[in-house]
């Protein structure tokens, strides 16, 4: 008989803090005074804990602030919206992705082998912190990476390797998930946050990242348009897969938007770009669920060259209550990549599968009570890839995609802040110092340099 495995808080992380330190390359510590059972389900939890931390931390605020959807008004934010990326500023982020993928090669050895389930969940964890790790800095440490012990001289591996990598351990994943029940000896169940141990989402999971990791490919030799469009056929097929991050209702499980806007409201606020896009057409009403309406009574963007703290907070979608999640997958997405693979062959459904893309996107931040139907009438003498990527900006709000496609596409075509300190938008994020200082091995890019994805 199979045992289910329950956990009785997402404070899990905390105990995550015996576990491994934030430094890349540390040993996995358990204190003998404070003994702690190393169960797949403490270690899981930690890791999916700390997965959503960093797809809705700094690093997606940033990036949202560079593609401005966002503006950096005051504080730390500021700078970022005049291309200023201090490197001291990303060794919290970097330390938190490395940490997570040295926790999940911590379950795997301990207990992967006799337990396919946790396997897989953890190979597309994996595959998620080492995704986001390439995309900010191209790259990135990896094979040499996840050794026993610390290693401050660990190659960087090519950022095409890296994507290869991460695939594989997609494919991986899918594998291991496909295996029946009884191959496993212990079952993932509520100690999994995100499906509760249902396996056969986290499948539909795996070949929506494989989508969104073959289509970043879009500008090399190993793009695959079929490729892409297979993986769409087994990922998420309707919004009630999408991959959510979940919170608890106490202040130290809230989402880090809901506590960032509550702790630091007037640091990151709208960016007239974003808001003046929906104006061109009043009935979206998107821009009203994005951010809360001023004083003034509407919702108000900033410009980005001369910030001002009038302009408008976030609204319900991101930051309406602290126990709200944040989508890190949708079938919203997963549409907006057919329609550009579909641009892409020519395909004369591209236009619907657009339509259909914001229309998604439309009843998803929402909330349903707007379908979009009245603003998705692209037809294909109006569609192209341009278009496909503006939509999707407007969309994906909250997510990192937007400065990925930005970067990869060249769209949407956004002015360059005149007080910047570059003449570019930033193309990637900078190494961050306590890397640089630590590791010989770590290249120091410009900011203005594309990672290999974008060239």
Same mark, same amino acid.
């Given at each position: 008989?199979?045992?289910?495995?329950?956990?009785?808080?997402?404070?899990?992380?905390?105990?995550?803090?015996?576990?491994?330190?934030?430094?890349?390359?540390?040993?996995? =510590?358990?204190?003998?005074?404070?003994?702690?059972?190393?169960?797949? &389900? !403490? +270690?899981?939890? /930690? *890791?999916?804990?700390?997965?959503?931390?960093?797809?809705?931390?700094?690093?997606?605020?940033?990036?949202?602030?560079?593609?401005?959807?966002?503006?950096?008004?005051?504080?730390?934010?500021?700078?970022?919206?005049?291309?200023?990326?201090?490197?001291?500023?990303?060794?919290?982020?970097?330390?938190?992705?490395?940490?997570?993928?040295?926790?999940?090669?911590?379950?795997?050895?301990?207990?992967?082998?006799?337990?396919?389930?946790?396997?897989?969940?953890?190979?597309?964890?994996?595959?998620?912190?080492?995704?986001?790790?390439?995309?900010?800095?191209?790259?990135?440490?990896?094979?040499?990476?996840?050794?026993?012990?610390?290693?401050?001289?660990?190659? =960087?591996?090519?950022?095409?390797?890296?994507?290869?990598?991460?695939? &594989? !351990? +997609?494919?991986? /994943? *899918?594998?291991?998930?496909?295996?029946?029940?009884?191959?496993?000896?212990?079952?993932?169940?509520?100690?999994?946050?995100?499906?509760?141990?249902?396996?056969?989402?986290?499948?539909?999971?795996?070949?929506?990242?494989?989508?969104?990791?073959?289509?970043?490919?879009?500008?090399?030799?190993?793009?695959?348009?079929?490729?892409?469009?297979?993986?769409?056929?087994?990922?998420?097929?309707?919004?009630?897969?999408?991959?959510?991050?979940?919170?608890?209702?106490?202040?130290?499980?809230?989402?880090?938007?809901?506590?960032?806007?509550?702790?630091?409201?007037?640091?990151?606020?709208?960016?007239?770009?974003?808001?003046?896009?929906?104006?061109?057409?009043?009935?979206?009403?998107?821009?009203?669920?994005?951010?809360?309406?001023?004083? !003034?009574?509407?919702?108000?963007?900033?410009?980005?060259?001369?910030?001002?703290?009038?302009?408008?907070?976030?609204?319900?979608?991101?930051?309406?209550?602290?126990?709200?999640?944040?989508?890190?997958?949708?079938?919203?997405?997963?549409?907006?990549?057919?329609?550009?693979?579909?641009?892409?062959?020519?395909?004369?459904?591209?236009?619907?599968?657009?339509?259909?893309?914001?229309?998604?996107?439309?009843?998803?931040?929402?909330?349903?009570?707007?379908?979009?139907?009245?603003?998705?009438?692209?037809?294909?003498?109006?569609?192209?890839?341009?278009?496909?990527?503006?939509?999707?900006?407007?969309?994906?709000?909250?997510?990192?995609?937007?400065?990925?496609?930005?970067?990869?596409?060249?769209?949407?075509?956004?002015?360059?802040?005149?007080?910047?300190?570059?003449?570019?938008?930033?193309?990637?994020?900078?190494?961050?110092?306590?890397?640089?200082?630590?590791?010989?091995?770590?290249?120091?890019?410009?900011?203005?340099?594309?990672?290999?994805?974008?060239?």
């Amino acid at each position: 008989m199979k045992k289910y495995i329950k956990i009785f808080s997402v404070a899990a992380l905390g105990a995550m803090a015996l576990l491994g330190g934030c430094k890349r390359g540390d040993d996995l =510590y358990i204190s003998p005074n404070s003994p702690v059972e190393v169960t797949p &389900a !403490l +270690l899981l939890t /930690a *890791i999916e804990v700390s997965t959503f931390n960093s797809y809705e931390g700094n690093l997606i605020k940033n990036a949202s602030i560079l593609v401005q959807q966002n503006a950096g008004v005051e504080g730390q934010p500021f700078p970022i919206n005049n291309y200023i990326l201090a490197e001291n500023e990303f060794d919290n982020q970097w330390g938190q992705l490395y940490q997570a993928l040295f926790n999940c090669k911590d379950l795997q050895t301990r207990y992967g082998a006799a337990n396919p389930y946790y396997s897989g969940i953890t190979d597309i964890l994996s595959a998620m912190n080492l995704g986001l790790l390439t995309d900010m800095w191209g790259d990135v440490p990896y094979s040499e990476a996840l050794q026993g012990e610390v290693n401050y001289r660990a190659k =960087y591996d090519r950022q095409e390797d890296v994507m290869k990598g991460i695939l &594989a !351990l +997609l494919d991986g /994943a *899918i594998t291991k998930l496909q295996s029946p029940e009884d191959a496993n000896e212990l079952l993932p169940g509520s100690d999994d946050l995100a499906f509760s141990g249902d396996v056969t989402r986290w499948v539909k999971i795996a070949y929506s990242l494989k989508a969104r990791y073959q289509n970043r490919l879009s500008n090399t030799a190993l793009y695959n348009a079929s490729d892409v469009l297979a993986s769409l056929a087994n990922g998420i097929s309707s919004s009630s897969d999408d991959f959510v991050t979940a919170h608890g209702v106490n202040p130290n499980e809230f989402n880090q938007w809901y506590d960032f806007q509550n702790n630091r409201q007037s640091y990151i606020l709208a960016s007239l770009a974003f808001v003046d896009s929906f104006k061109l057409r009043p009935t979206d009403l998107r821009l009203y669920a994005y951010f809360d309406s001023t004083d !003034l009574g509407d919702v108000i963007g900033t410009p980005i060259d001369n910030p001002t703290a009038d302009a408008s907070p976030w609204g319900a979608f991101l930051a309406g209550s602290g126990s709200q999640g944040i989508n890190i997958l949708s079938f919203a997405e997963m549409k907006f990549i057919e329609a550009e693979v579909k641009v892409r062959q020519s395909d004369p459904t591209a236009a619907d599968v657009l339509n259909d893309a914001i229309k998604e996107s439309c009843a998803m931040v929402t909330g349903g009570s707007y379908d979009g139907s009245d603003i998705a009438t692209y037809t294909s003498a109006n569609i192209d890839v341009s278009r496909v990527i503006y939509e999707k900006w407007l969309a994906m709000f909250g997510s990192a995609e937007p400065y990925n496609d930005y970067r990869r596409t060249g769209f949407p075509a956004l002015n360059v802040n005149p007080s910047g300190r570059l003449s570019v938008i930033p193309k990637r994020f900078p190494t961050p110092q306590a890397e640089r200082v630590s590791n010989p091995n770590a290249p120091v890019p410009a900011l203005t340099d594309p990672v290999w994805f974008a060239q």
